[in-house]
């Protein structure tokens, strides 16, 4: 959706990497937060995209949405997010320990 990579690699010694781990932190949009480097807006991405995308950006994975969780997100069925069980800024937690 926005042609190119978050980060070079998931590590200390990138950058970016660090940078969007702080971002997390703050409970900021990843989204928001790379594009931000590259002095780009996300504005021209739906609420929904941007959800889905934060929520896939997510540095911890027990906090990524699991595949049934991507398949099911409005952005990919293109159902009323306020009617359906996503909201902005969804929190996943697959967990299962």
């Known amino acids: 959706l926005n042609g190119f990579f978050?980060?070079?690699?998931?590590?200390?010694?990138?950058?970016?990497?660090?940078?969007?781990c702080r971002a997390q932190e703050l409970n900021k949009s990843s989204t928001a937060t790379?594009?931000?480097?590259?002095?780009?807006?996300?504005?021209?991405?739906s609420a929904e995209a941007r959800d889905l995308i934060d929520a896939m950006l997510n540095i911890n994975p027990v906090k990524r949405p699991s595949i049934e969780q991507v398949l099911n997100h409005p952005f990919?069925?293109?159902?009323?997010?306020?009617?359906?069980?996503?909201?902005?800024?969804?929190?996943?937690?697959?967990?299962t320990t």
């Not at 931000?36 to 807006?41: A, R």
């Open 6 to 20: 978050p980060v070079d690699e998931a590590k200390n010694t990138d950058w970016r990497f660090q940078k969007l």
């Open 34 to 45: 790379i594009m931000g480097w590259y002095k780009k807006s996300p504005d021209h991405l």
């Open 76 to 95: 990919i069925t293109g159902k009323d997010p306020s009617k359906d069980q996503f909201s902005q800024n969804s929190v996943y937690d697959n967990d």
